[in-house]
């Protein structure tokens, strides 16, 4: 690529005929006082008009007459990134620039760094790793399960299932005999069923039979809110014929006074997210635990993680002083034997467990193995499987032209190959806010767009993470669940155990903080034999990670970043015009029409960025809770992922902020090529609320994100917006 199509000139500004040009020549050279007329041809400049708009550099102006007063030269775009804020157009509103390159508008001359002292793309090759697979199907009937037959038709008839999968045929008849079991089985494999089935068969033959005063006989502890309310439904479903037995769920974002009243009614399924059940156990006396015989514990290694052991604690102690007999249950996707949590559970609270582990090829094979000799080995091997049909792709893309590529890619999914179901997942919640509106404003062209309708692609970007109010957050959740297309921008709340149908693609926009997040994440696509595809996003710092998931058995193809960006190409509302060189019929400084509409969109996220106080303290929000949440990586994955080795300028770019806001890097470290100045003075804690440890920080996170929803402070009061002579301030905000 030439270097001068990498110094862009994104001249938008309308073509300057021959004449005008010769017009505004004669008048500068017509005139004694050419200081004068420069003022003049700025104020025409600024004004517009055809006259005085910025003449090409051409051959006529440089043959200055020797002797003449030095011509007044046009406004040029300089040729390094304009610095600081306040250019002639930085407060033009975003639908200003990016639908057809803002022709046709007042002149703007812009430049832009995108594809200058980026970091060179390392050549990754796939490492040679043995998948692992796993048989998810059976030909198996629920007849053969010695079920009620109630719920064998409610199965057949309700549910619409039929045939029994792999995992339930494993899982079924091991819980029906009472023992404690832990599962493992790749995501979508149809584990919820797995303990839903012979829980309700269990329960519906207790004699004398359940009443609502009885209080909880099962508590299912699932990590998110909506995890929860899947559960649920799912749990409403299986007790349809079996009237009797109350099911009802607990999770933050409700009114505690009304869950309280269910609870004093009686639940008999008591399904909770792990900080919900906590309040409830330390403020609701009606609720009691003496008829529990079951605990389930699904998605057990994140209950178990960082931010909630606490709880489960607290939950444990609660059940274990009422001391009833109880049959416990743990289930995942990647539960292993490293995760100390889970043998640490597995050692206090599991009887002789019975491990259900579905991996062909693992050490276990497909056959539950008890488990005799040691009660907190679960014999869970520290491979993952995904799904066979899963298609894993990872892309390589320098911290400028993330954002680019990001939109490129959807862009090119939703325009060129048809409606798409998309998973975004980012790592904070101000990240899913800021380019939800971005994304939305920009890529949907919804106000003043000068596209036609045709030439937009259907999208819909919707947002969820956890400091939305939870009837949003309902509303989002079930609108994408049942929608056919949308593009859902979200944290690691839509990580866990959401049975979303026909997901076509998942994209991770920023790593996961573990290989498996990363299982969670790819599986929300892909469920019980579907097609589904992946795409993960590393900037060239971050190549490592490709060994530690390939560590796991999980191993991708690469995409290229050029043939990403090249999806550019289906949207000529991103075309631009740039200076044209009529006899070679190309653009002087950008050849390359591709990066030509790079650079247009570059530059609408800039303008969207500047429109107002709002979008760029929105922009700033969400650089800043991307750097802290890429502090809380865990320390065997510091070596990948740390925030010195993040450049924060060009980390600011994938932003839309043209520069990272002053204040935010002192405390973050030099980038790379800084590495000869001397260490910051300040604390990387200045960019935390106290002094905290990666570990405390990650705690953090999780707790806001997955939180109880009855803190008494309200969360919209914990953002305060500190603006200061125009600088973004650091807030102690929970991302
Ligand atoms: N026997 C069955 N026949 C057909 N479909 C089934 C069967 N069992 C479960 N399913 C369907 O498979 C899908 C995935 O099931 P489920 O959500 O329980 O998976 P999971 O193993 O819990 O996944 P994750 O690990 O992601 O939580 C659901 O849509 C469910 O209805």
């Known amino acids: 690529m030439a270097e001068e199509g990498l110094m862009l000139n994104l001249a938008v500004n309308p073509p300057v005929s021959g004449t005008g040009r010769t017009k505004v020549q004669k008048q500068f050279r017509a005139s004694a006082k050419w200081v004068k007329s420069k003022k003049a041809a700025k104020r025409k400049l600024q004004a517009g008009s055809d006259e005085g708009a910025p003449a090409k550099r051409g051959p006529a102006q440089a043959r200055t007459p020797p002797g003449a007063p030095k011509q007044p030269q046009p406004r040029r775009a300089p040729l390094s990134p304009v610095k600081g804020r306040g250019g002639a157009d930085s407060k033009r509103s975003p639908q200003d620039v990016p639908e057809g390159g803002g022709q046709g508008d007042r002149p703007l001359v812009r430049t832009s760094s995108l594809f200058r002292n980026n970091p060179d793309i390392p050549a990754v090759s796939r490492p040679d790793v043995a998948q692992l697979r796993e048989k998810v199907f059976t030909s198996d009937s629920f007849t053969d399960l010695e079920l009620h037959p109630h719920l064998v038709s409610t199965l057949n008839n309700v549910l619409n299932v039929s045939c029994v999968r792999s995992v339930q045929k494993q899982t079924i008849p091991l819980l029906l005999t009472g023992r404690d079991v832990v599962v493992r089985s790749q995501t979508g494999s149809g584990k919820t069923l797995a303990y839903g089935i012979p829980l309700v068969q269990s329960l519906q033959a207790v004699h004398p039979k359940i009443k609502r005063s009885d209080g909880p006989l099962a508590v299912l502890v699932v990590p998110t809110r909506e995890l929860a309310q899947q559960s649920f439904q799912i749990i409403q479903k299986l007790l349809k014929p079996f009237t009797w037995i109350v099911p009802g769920v607990l999770m933050g974002g409700e009114k505690r006074k009304s869950e309280?009243?269910?609870?004093?009614?009686?639940?008999?399924?008591?399904?909770?997210?792990?900080?919900?059940?906590?309040?409830?156990?330390?403020?609701?006396?009606?609720?009691?635990?003496?008829?529990?015989?079951?605990?389930?514990?699904?998605?057990?290694?994140?209950?178990?993680?960082?931010?909630?052991?606490?709880?489960?604690?607290?939950?444990?102690?609660?059940?274990?002083?009422?001391?009833?007999?109880?049959?416990?249950?743990?289930?995942?996707?990647?539960?292993?034997?490293?995760?100390?949590?889970?043998?640490?559970?597995?050692?206090?609270?599991?009887?002789?467990?019975?491990?259900?582990?579905?991996?062909?090829?693992?050490?276990?094979?497909?056959?539950?193995?008890?488990?005799?000799?040691?009660?907190?080995?679960?014999?869970?091997?520290?491979?993952?499987?995904?799904?066979?049909?899963?298609?894993?792709?990872?892309?390589?893309?320098?911290?400028?032209?993330?954002?680019?590529?990001?939109?490129?890619?959807?862009?090119?999914?939703?325009?060129?190959?048809?409606?798409?179901?998309?998973?975004?997942?980012?790592?904070?919640?101000?990240?899913?806010?800021?380019?939800?509106?971005?994304?939305?404003?920009?890529?949907?062209?919804?106000?003043?767009?000068?596209?036609?309708?045709?030439?937009?692609?259907?999208?819909?970007?919707?947002?969820?993470?956890?400091?939305?109010?939870?009837?949003?957050?309902?509303?989002?959740?079930?609108?994408?669940?049942?929608?056919?297309?949308?593009?859902?921008?979200?944290?690691?709340?839509?990580?866990?155990?959401?049975?979303?149908?026909?997901?076509?693609?998942?994209?991770?926009?920023?790593?996961?903080?573990?290989?498996?997040?990363?299982?969670?994440?790819?599986?929300?696509?892909?469920?019980?034999?579907a097609r589904g595809n992946s795409l993960l996003f590393l900037t060239p710092s971050e190549t490592a990670y490709l060994a530690v998931l390939a560590n796991h058995n999980i191993s991708m193809s690469e995409m290229k970043m050029e043939d990403i960006l090249a999806n550019l190409m289906l949207d000529d509302r991103f075309a631009g015009r740039g200076k044209w060189d009529k006899k070679k019929g190309i653009d002087i400084f950008i050849p390359r029409p591709v990066d030509r509409r790079a650079l247009v969109l570059d530059q609408a996220w800039e303008n969207r960025a500047q429109a107002s106080a709002k979008t760029e303290w929105a922009s700033g929000s969400a650089l800043q809770s991307f750097l802290r949440a890429y502090t809380t990586y865990p320390a065997g994955l510091k070596h990948v992922f740390h925030i010195r080795t993040l450049h924060l300028g060009h980390t600011a770019k994938s932003f839309g902020l043209r520069d990272a806001p002053r204040g935010l890097g002192s405390g973050l470290g030099a980038g790379p090529r800084d590495r000869t100045r001397k260490p910051p003075r300040r604390d990387p804690s200045e960019i935390t609320p106290q002094k905290l440890s990666g570990k405390e920080r990650m705690a953090n996170l999780l707790r806001s994100e997955y939180s109880s929803g009855m803190d008494t402070v309200d969360p919209k009061k914990k953002t305060k917006i500190h603006k200061k002579a125009g600088k973004l301030r650091l807030q102690n905000q929970p991302a």
């Not at 990647?334 to 062909?360: D, M, N, Q, Y």
């Not at 957050?473 to 709340?493: A, H, M, P, W, Y």
């Not at 903080?513 to 299982?519: H, I, L, T």
């Open 260 to 529: 309280k009243a269910r609870l004093r009614k009686g639940i008999n399924i008591l399904i909770s997210t792990p900080g919900r059940l906590v309040d409830h156990i330390k403020n609701t006396e009606s609720i009691a635990f003496t008829a529990v015989r079951w605990l389930i514990l699904d998605e057990a290694d994140r209950t178990l993680d960082l931010g909630f052991e606490k709880d489960l604690t607290v939950i444990l102690n609660a059940l274990n002083a009422a001391g009833a007999q109880r049959q416990n249950v743990l289930l995942s996707a990647t539960l292993t034997e490293g995760e100390p949590g889970v043998s640490r559970l597995a050692g206090i609270c599991l009887k002789e467990p019975v491990t259900v582990h579905a991996s062909e090829g693992a050490a276990q094979s497909e056959e539950a193995r008890e488990l005799t000799s040691d009660p907190s080995s679960t014999g869970l091997s520290e491979s993952f499987t995904v799904p066979e049909k899963l298609q894993q792709h990872m892309a390589i893309v320098p911290s400028k032209l993330r954002l680019v590529c990001l939109a490129a890619f959807i862009l090119g999914k939703c325009k060129g190959e048809g409606a798409q179901k998309m998973i975004v997942f980012l790592s904070s919640c101000e990240a899913v806010e800021f380019l939800q509106s971005l994304f939305s404003k920009v890529l949907c062209g919804s106000a003043g767009s000068q596209g036609t309708g045709a030439e937009r692609p259907l999208m819909d970007f919707m947002r969820l993470h956890g400091n939305m109010e939870q009837e949003e957050r309902t509303e989002v959740f079930q609108k994408f669940s049942q929608s056919k297309t949308g593009i859902l921008l979200c944290t690691d709340v839509a990580a866990r155990g959401l049975d979303l149908p026909r997901v076509t693609w998942i994209v991770q926009y920023t790593p996961p903080a573990s290989p498996a997040e990363y299982v969670h994440r790819v599986g929300r696509t892909a469920r019980i034999g």
